[in-house]
């Protein structure tokens, strides 16, 4: 069966029409990002602090001589100052970027939020990425708020007031990878044409939220991210809404558990979220053996974002009208995805499909 005909079957919203049936044109899509990213906040992670932040980082401590004498390592400790609430938070961030890349001009970055806070990491090899002229910070979820259903006690969630912030642990993971950004920025060593995005899993969601919301993103690179991240919900396999808002709901904002068995009637589905990354570059890697994500029904999301850059004008990927088979890459010139063997992991092979994307 065809790709297009299994998505036609699912009845889906329409990215380029607007809530009141407007069309979406080249024009009005950045009005429509807008729109979708406040459908996603109301519906399903809720509402994040605005802002303005002020933030700045001290270095705890460093190694110039990394990784044979080629990488600068940085244990970082950035604080966030939120002007109109006056609240101050501080996290820990592993920063490691290449020297040769820093003394021949700017380097690419990316933002990555980790499930563990050491390094090099299974889910971080340090020395190939940075080998490859890219830096990477790296952010332990932990750190900002527990992976619990704490009644948003630890961590940022406890210095915000509930009442104006329905903000959900996704919201708060993703809004420090925005923070982070902040110092990255201010470090005035990273090249702002080509900072990336990424998480694994819980926090390939998180990567695709941030990236959606933050157009300083410039690559979104989404990782095994399934079931509320880049899948389309509607009949997918594996985990449902159901599964996913009662076994974490702190995930979530109170919203998005009442779709719950409801999901053809919900307002929107994930496609849209990575469409909303448009027109900057969105990456879907998956994994075969990861029916619980559905790499099937991730591939539908990227499949369908290509209609919004074909809309704005730009070059599109080569995506096969069919399922994709196993190794294939469709690295295209504005949206990517591939799907490798194995099971759910966040491997080098990932890696190096993203790095090839950000370093071309
Ligand atoms: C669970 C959860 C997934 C999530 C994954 C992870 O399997 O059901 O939605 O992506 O954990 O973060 O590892």
Redesign the pocket.
């Known amino acids: 069966m065809k790709i297009s005909e299994e998505i036609k079957a699912l009845n889906l919203p329409d990215t380029l029409t607007f809530a009141d049936g407007r069309p979406v044109t080249a024009e009005n899509w950045e009005k429509r990002r807008r729109e979708i990213i406040r459908i996603f906040e109301d519906n399903e992670y809720g509402h994040s602090p605005k802002g303005p932040f002020t933030v700045s980082g001290k270095v705890v401590s460093d190694r110039d001589n990394d990784y044979a004498n080629k990488v600068l390592t940085e244990h970082c400790l950035v604080t966030s100052h939120d002007e109109t609430e006056g609240v101050d938070f501080s996290w820990p961030v592993v920063l490691h970027t290449p020297k040769k890349a820093l003394a021949d001009g700017k380097c690419p970055l990316i933002v990555f939020i980790n499930f563990r806070d050491q390094t090099p990491d299974s889910y971080m090899p340090v020395e190939e990425i940075t080998d490859s002229g890219v830096a990477v910070a790296m952010i332990y979820y932990n750190d900002i708020s527990k992976d619990e259903h704490d009644n948003w006690s630890t961590g940022v969630a406890a210095l915000y007031d509930r009442a104006k912030y329905d903000w959900s642990k996704i919201g708060m993971w993703a809004w420090s990878m925005q923070r982070t950004l902040d110092y990255c920025m201010s470090l005035g060593r990273y090249d702002e044409s080509r900072i990336g995005s990424l998480g694994?899993?819980?926090?390939?969601?998180t990567s695709l939220w941030n990236g959606a919301n933050d157009t300083r993103f410039k690559y979104v690179f989404v990782n095994?991210?399934?079931?509320?991240?880049d899948a389309v919900t509607r009949h997918k396999t594996g985990?449902t809404v159901e599964?996913?808002s009662r076994?974490?709901p702190h995930w979530f904002n109170g919203v998005y558990r009442s779709y719950s068995d409801r999901e053809d009637e919900m307002p929107f589905d994930q496609h849209m979220l990575v469409a909303a990354v448009a027109p900057r570059y969105v990456y879907g890697g998956t994994a075969v053996e990861d029916t619980?994500?559905d790499p099937y029904s991730q591939y539908m999301s990227y499949y369908l974002a290509n209609s919004v850059y074909a809309m704005l004008g730009m070059k599109t990927a080569e995506f096969p009208d069919r399922r994709p088979e196993i190794n294939e890459v469709f690295a295209g010139p504005s949206c990517g995805y591939h799907m490798r063997a194995g099971a759910?992991f966040l491997s080098r092979y990932d890696w190096q499909r993203y790095i090839a994307v950000l370093t071309r």
Request: net charge neutral; hydrophobic share 35%.
């Open positions: 694994h899993s819980r926090l390939g969601k095994d991210s399934g079931c509320s991240g985990e599964i996913i076994v974490f619980w994500a759910h």
